[in-house]
């Protein structure tokens, strides 16, 4: 239906059922024949803005105030249509899902629920053109074959959906139809329920064909889903002639046709609808006209196509008109009539001539996201190929060929080439291109971020941020000029890290302040609170997460990461000590509540349950609660989000289940947590993985011990199984693996008796980090290195690999930078004691107790090696030796360091008597 | 049944009434107008008499007095065509070529003073027109008013010559021109309440809004609640409210206005939205206002007065904010869709 009838006719309906006035600000009675204008001038900034207005309008009576979901989640289909960045487009397509179903499932009897559900519906859609579109851009043979796969699907999703509620239309409709007396008011809603099925069923049609579309032109699946389109539009046009419903499907009728080849007929069905007189009928007639010149090119009438072109372009001079995906379809079959009538013969004139016209129509086609943006760059190269990067070149270039040029450089992607022809271009701009300075200064900071210029990207986007803040492109130039700053900072660590962080903040600050109710500031606001966080600054953090706007689609994030800042203030507390306790545990609290109210917010905005954000959410709720001691909750909370999976794979889903395994360890859960181990294993990486493990392993520890304690030998077996498949997967695992893990992997299995496994594991272990020159570098790394080659040598010995054993201790005695440590001595006296080697064992155990008698305290292990000494001797048959020596230590040192050690002794004595 | 000479008679009556209604002045009215004696929207005769407050037709031996407010034109037998001409023109918005028929009109209908007064008025009150957008004619559209005043004192145009002349004056800030002017147009039984009006204008520009609210709550509380007098004047205390800086309150007071018009009437609702925009403007809001004007745009263009005025305004706002290719796309809107607006002639700014 044309815009200006559509809004015609929703003003005159709105006004027919205006609901009672405001109490102030915005006129209810027009609230939404005003978004309708402008959803259809395309300006969503205001809409959205206008949508926040009526929400916080105090006097706003139903049914508008209950229609508000439903007006957002149409105006973010409306946008994500026209937007050209995909990766916003897939985001509003997401929040007008979540916001459309949302109204659907809360008013399934109003009439608007099922114009909802067809709105989800064009959003599966338009979620299919997406695909379509990443498809073109993917230079991945794989990746765009998934591409297609993906918009096939969801073009196919549409049409059903599509099915659906024009089914449920239909039935709505019967129900009303028969005849009314005039002024009945069910007349309206019956009229309004056929506009609204017709609606649906020719946008099934169109679902279809674009589902075609998705096939290669020679597939043999394409041609039964033509069929199935042309059938349904058929009778469309049969049953409503006259109607712009019947209109629309006699335009797509004829799209089919072409599709079979008929283009005959399709010219039929085409010029019939151009000859309609009706002005109102604008914008049908200018698909009609665009997929007439495409039929007059597939006939080869490349005249006739190019002249049509041009009518269309002094026809549709509007500027959303010529931007639409027609008008530069247009521009595309335009520059290819013109190219198919150059030959070799042509004149070198009017090639020249030619050339000009091709490049000029194709220019505004190779800078939009577009199915014909690959095929106009091909089609441009061979007019303009790109050999004007000699400066020289560049030189010789008007103002306006460079910005053409850098224009079509960046839509190829050749940034070094933009870089250039825009540096060159700004040098180039006088007085008279003084309006389209800033967009080439902007275009050139995008330029030199792509190029990972980034200080370049930095200086020319943040000039625009700060000195043209009343630009309408100053708020992305703020945020690019961020984003170049973050790269600076991740880029190299001996680089100046801090100073990144201080202009970050800096620039973050302004972007905030200047235009506070933009997304920008939102993004800004948040990084701004991460950093402030991460310097333990938590009331500046909490501030700038607080400060994220309540309709900001980041809204949910902030408030999550809020619930963490909170979370990590109340930690940050605790470390202080008791003084500081009620804070902590108040904190602590404030936390959990907002992690708790957001993760219910997120239920309620329909959040899917694979969503990242519901997913990091429900995580950081968990480890809060079981943390504060309520892992019972946490369980809770978390069980019924993990059995609704579907994937077990993600970081999302690996920080969850994190979350999960730490509840089931501190409520003793032994078996689950293994269960929730091995599903964390498949899930990727994660940040915790290593504090996890030690958790887990502390626990199945402790179970072992209540096991064997408890006298029951088949759970202890089976436990102890566990606990070595375990550290096995724990070694294995190649995400959140650390030094330290290993290590106290291959202990445990050392524990357990595993001596092979845990040789495999150390030789990796030591393998790997004496190879790794940043971990060389830390410090402490030669006594962490040495505790790993103690315990290699302790592997092998009991595996009775006593000779490695002994190369592996040797070495260690031998290299200077363990003199000083009494590790080895004590791995080569166990050694000697495997060995049975008594004699030599004695020695070395008197050896090693005189190396530590000068400590003081004496350490345990002087009391040991005596202790070790007096064994070795009692071996020898020399018990008089052995007791003497006992007795001796026992005499100078009562206590022997300890109870344990004095019980060995006092064991010992007993047993030489 | 009447024979058939007597149903012959009968025809050739009704077409003798009809030539000789073909070769009459016809009064056209005012849309909607609430006078009663006329016949499909216009009285047909022979103009005898014309004053400011009222035109004397003739038919026969009947005499119809038309108040002058619910004229909106008046086709006169044997007018020349370049009066006609000047009115096409003129409609078109083609300024120059109007004018330039109305002069010719006035030479061509020597003898016949009220086609000349008829033309001389078309052609100032055009003239009047483009002061308001050209401050170089200013000089040129009150010598052309004051000439025609003095020209034709007691003519059916006079409170309209008076008033167009005021809103000149009141343009280009010859306030103590204005003053003068309007005492004059307030003698006129029928310019009274147009002079009060203007009147407070006048206060509000000349720097006693206070005097002007005042003055515009004494004349509305005359006027009849939800009358369209009442409504002018409330908008017009709104901008008086804007000159005292009382921003709050002239919003207000048009949002009460807006609320209180039917949503359909556009010609309140646009007028009540351009003045709402205006207010949130001078209130340093301006993207409160550009939802205002838009108003206007996306509702209510079919106001041919004030939809451009509210698209000039679009336009100088978004080209504020930055919003440059928006800004661009009203300034071709505006020259596309009304070439010969004084909004779309207007300087920027």
Request: hydrophobic letters at 45%.
């Amino acid at each position: 239906m044309p815009r200006r009838r559509a809004a015609g006719l929703a003003l005159s309906l709105l006004l027919l059922t205006a609901p009672g006035l405001a109490t102030a600000g915005e006129d209810p009675r027009t609230a939404a024949a005003f978004l309708l204008g402008l959803r259809e001038r395309g300006y969503f900034d205001l809409a959205s803005e206008y949508l926040e207005r009526l929400r916080g309008a105090p006097g706003l009576g139903e049914p508008l105030k209950g229609m508000l979901d439903y007006h957002e989640g149409r105006m973010l289909v409306d946008e994500a249509s026209r937007t050209v960045d995909l990766a916003r487009r897939r985001e509003l397509l997401d929040r007008a899902a979540a916001r459309l179903e949302a109204f659907a499932k809360e008013r399934p009897d109003d009439a608007e629920a099922m114009e909802a559900l067809v709105e989800v519906a064009r959003g599966q859609a338009e979620r299919g053109h997406l695909a379509r579109l990443v498809a073109e851009d993917a230079q991945d043979p794989e990746k765009k074959q998934d591409k297609l796969d993906e918009a096939r699907a969801h073009f196919r999703e549409a049409a059903e959906a599509y099915e659906r509620c024009a089914e449920r239309l239909d039935a709505a409709y019967q129900a009303l139809a028969g005849f009314k007396e005039r002024g009945d008011p069910r007349i309206e809603q019956r009229d309004r329920l056929r506009n609204s099925m017709l609606d649906a069923r020719l946008k099934r049609g169109i679902a279809l064909y674009e589902e075609a579309q998705t096939y290669p032109s020679d597939a043999a699946e394409r041609g039964p889903i033509i069929d199935k389109a042309l059938e349904l539009f058929d009778a469309m046009e049969k049953g409503y002639r006259g109607t712009t419903a019947g209109m629309l499907a006699q335009m797509y009728r004829g799209k089919c046709f072409e599709e079979q080849g008929k283009i005959g007929e399709a010219i039929g069905d085409y010029r019939a609808l151009m000859g309609q007189p009706d002005e109102r009928l604008r914008d049908l007639k200018r698909h009609v006209s665009y997929f007439y010149i495409i039929a007059l090119a597939k006939r080869e009438q490349f005249a006739l196509a190019a002249d049509e072109a041009v009518r269309w372009f002094q026809i549709h001079d509007r500027r959303e008109e010529r931007d639409s995906v027609e008008g530069l379809g247009v521009a595309y079959e335009l520059a290819r009539a013109i190219d198919a009538q150059v030959t070799p013969e042509t004149p070198k004139a009017e090639k020249d001539q030619a050339s000009k016209r091709i490049v000029e129509a194709l220019a505004p086609v190779v800078r939009a996201p577009s199915r014909f943006k690959n095929d106009a760059l091909d089609l441009l190269r061979k007019y303009r190929p790109s050999t004007a990067f000699q400066p020289s070149e560049i030189a010789r270039l008007s103002f306006d060929e460079t910005t053409g040029q850098a224009e079509e450089a960046l839509a190829a992607r050749e940034w070094d080439r933009a870089v250039a022809l825009l540096r060159a271009a700004l040098g180039k701009a006088g007085p008279r291109q003084a309006d389209r300075v800033n967009r080439l200064r902007y275009d050139l900071g995008f330029a030199c971020y792509m190029n990972k210029q980034y200080p370049e990207a930095e200086v020319v986007a943040g000039h625009l941020a700060r000195r043209h803040s009343t630009w309408e492109l100053a708020p992305p130039a703020a945020a690019l000029a961020l984003q170049a700053i973050f790269e600076q900072y991740q880029a190299s660590r001996a680089a100046d890290r801090a100073g990144d962080l201080e202009r970050y903040l800096d620039l973050a600050k302004f972007t905030a302040a200047t235009w506070p109710e933009r997304e920008e500031a939102d993004d800004a606001r948040i990084v701004m609170g991460q950093i402030h966080q991460g310097r333990g600054e938590y009331d500046l953090a909490l501030a700038d997460f607080a400060a994220v706007r309540e309709r900001s689609p980041r809204r949910l994030e902030a408030q999550t990461r809020l619930g963490g800042a909170h979370w990590a203030r109340s930690l940050a507390l605790a470390r202080e000590g008791e003084a500081r306790r009620a804070e902590a545990e108040a904190e602590a609290a404030e936390a959990v509540a907002i992690l708790r109210r957001t993760l219910d917010d997120r239920k309620a905005a329909g959040a899917a349950t694979g969503d990242v954000g519901f997913l990091g959410n429900a995580a950081d709720l968990g480890a809060a609660l079981t943390e504060s001691g309520k892992a019972d909750e946490a369980i809770a909370v978390l069980k019924p989000i993990v059995e609704a999976q579907a994937a077990g794979t993600g970081p999302a889903h690996g920080r969850l289940m994190e979350a999960y395994l730490l509840a089931q360890i501190n409520t003793g859960q032994v078996e689950p947590a293994i269960a929730s181990m091995r599903a964390l294993e498949q899930s990727g990486e994660g940040s915790n993985r290593a504090r996890l493990y030690f958790k887990l392993g502390r626990l199945l520890e402790a179970e072992l011990d209540r096991l064997a304690k408890a006298d029951q030998p088949q759970k202890l077996a089976e436990m102890k199984k566990s606990f070595r498949s375990f550290l096995m997967a724990l070694a294995e695992s190649e995400d959140g693996q650390s030094f330290d893990s290993l290590h106290w992997a291959a202990g445990g299995l050392l524990s357990l008796g595993a001596g092979a496994e845990a040789e495999g594991v150390l030789r990796e272990l030591i393998e790997d980090s004496e190879g790794n020159a940043e971990f060389m570098g830390q410090p402490g790394a030669v006594e962490r290195l040495l505790r790993a080659k103690v315990k290699l040598a302790e592997a092998l010995r009991i595996q009775k690999k006593f000779d490695p054993a002994a190369s592996v201790i040797d070495e260690l005695t031998t290299d200077p930078r363990y003199s000083r440590y009494i590790d080895p001595l004590i791995a080569k006296g166990e050694l000697l004691d495997a060995r049975e080697d008594w004699r030599a064992a004695c020695a070395h155990w008197q050896d090693v107790a005189q190396k530590l008698s000068r400590a003081r305290p004496r350490p345990e292990a002087y009391f040991d090696a005596w202790y070790r000494a007096a064994v070795a001797y009692a071996k020898q048959g020399q018990t008089a030796r052995a007791r003497q020596t006992l007795t001796a230590v026992t005499r100078l040192n009562p206590t022997l360091g300890g109870p344990a050690m004095k019980k060995k002794y006092d064991d010992l004595l007993a047993t030489l008597k | 049944m009447p024979s058939i000479h007597t149903r012959l008679a009968a025809v050739a009556l009704a077409g003798l009434l009809v030539a000789a209604q073909a070769r009459a002045d016809v009064v056209q009215l005012i849309p909607g107008s609430t006078f009663k004696q006329a016949q499909g929207g216009a009285v047909r005769g022979t103009v005898t008499a014309e004053t400011p407050a009222e035109v004397t037709v003739s038919l026969g031996a009947t005499t119809i007095v038309v108040p002058t407010d619910q004229i909106e034109s008046i086709e006169y037998q044997g007018q020349p065509a370049a009066m006609q001409l000047g009115r096409t023109n003129a409609d078109a918005g083609r300024v120059e070529e109007a004018v330039a028929q109305y002069q010719k009109a006035a030479t061509e209908a020597a003898g016949k003073p009220f086609v000349v007064e008829a033309a001389r008025f078309g052609e100032a009150s055009l003239l009047a027109g483009e002061a308001l957008a050209e401050p170089g004619r200013v000089k040129d559209a009150v010598s052309r008013l004051t000439a025609f005043l003095q020209a034709h004192p007691r003519g059916r145009h006079v409170v309209a010559a008076r008033e167009a002349l005021a809103r000149v004056q009141l343009n280009a800030q010859d306030f103590k021109g204005a003053e003068a002017n309007l005492a004059e147009l307030a003698k006129l039984p029928a310019g009274a309440d147009r002079a009060a009006v203007l009147k407070a204008r006048l206060l509000a520009k000349s720097g006693d809004p206070q005097a002007a609210v005042d003055e515009l709550d004494r004349l509305a509380a005359a006027a009849p609640e939800g009358s369209p007098r009442r409504v002018e004047l409330e908008l017009v205390k709104a901008e008086a409210l804007v000159a005292a800086s009382r921003y709050d309150e002239s919003e207000t007071l048009v949002r009460q206005v807006i609320a209180a018009a039917p949503a359909e009437d556009f010609a309140v609702q646009s007028r009540a939205y351009n003045a709402l925009g205006d207010c949130l403007a001078a209130a340093a809001k301006p993207k409160d206002a550009l939802m205002a004007y838009l108003h206007v745009d996306l509702l209510y263009a079919k106001d041919k007065q004030e939809h451009p005025r509210a698209l000039r305004r679009i336009e100088e706002l978004f080209r504020k904010m930055g919003q440059l290719p928006r800004a661009d796309e009203y300034e071709r809107r505006l020259k596309q869709e009304y070439p010969n607006s004084p909004w779309a002639r207007r300087a920027q700014g």
